[in-house]
């Protein structure tokens, strides 16, 4: 009877520790996922397309309500002005930009000012070269996210520059022209 006892607390035991040595270092792996290796924010390098000489460097960080956008771009126009977009593909491979698709627009709303309500969620303000054709970019895009996996979330989308300037009216894109340099948000 005790000896009986006694076999059935050590399988017990020895179950409980299988279990736990199996289970243990796969949990603590995937738990340190998150903090140690997700990024909070994101980049973009902007390309030339085809025929252009722009490129830049963006760097996206999130902050309350939006996403701040900070970096320089080289090669313009000196003392122009450019329209500048989240579009909704993250694809710049065609030589024009045109695979990356329509500005980003998840609310369904028409283009327009980016301070304005109506706008598509990727109307960003115009870019300004000074006279050595490089431009600042210092700006926040309201009420969009990263790495949120919601519908306001850029990342895996691009930024599109313009060769004219964006005048927050004409539809679909406000008329800006061709598009001089693509990235894609990552
Ligand atoms: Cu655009
Ligand atoms: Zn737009």
Do not use: W
């Not at 289970?23 to 924010?41: C, I, M, N, Y």
């Not at 830049?56 to 126009?77: A, F």
């Not at 989240?86 to 024009?96: L, M, N, T």
């Not at 927050?168 to 990552?186: E, F, L, T």
Request: aromatic content about 2%; glycine content about 12%.
């Amino acid at each position: 009877m005790r000896s009986l006892l006694l076999v059935v607390l050590l399988a017990t035991g020895g179950i409980a520790c299988a279990q736990t040595s199996a289970v243990t270092p796969e949990t603590k792996a995937s738990a340190a996922l998150p903090e140690a290796q997700t990024p909070v924010g994101a980049s973009a390098e902007l390309k030339a397309t085809v025929g252009n000489g722009v490129s830049g460097t963006l760097k996206l960080t999130p902050q309350q309500g939006g996403v701040q956008m900070t970096g320089s771009i080289k090669g313009l126009t000196p003392n122009t002005q450019h329209g500048f977009h989240i579009h909704e593909k993250g694809d710049c491979s065609a030589p024009d930009a045109s695979s990356a698709g329509a500005h980003y627009n998840p609310t369904g709303q028409p283009h327009g000012n980016p301070a304005a309500a109506a706008r598509h969620l990727g109307d960003m303000p115009n870019i300004q070269s000074d006279a050595k054709g490089v431009a600042k970019v210092d700006l926040v895009i309201n009420d969009v996210t990263l790495r949120t996996g919601e519908a306001s979330d850029i990342v895996g989308k691009s930024v599109v520059l313009h060769e004219k300037v964006d005048d927050y009216k004409s539809q679909p894109a406000g008329n800006s022209g061709d598009r001089i340099a693509c990235a894609v948000i990552k």
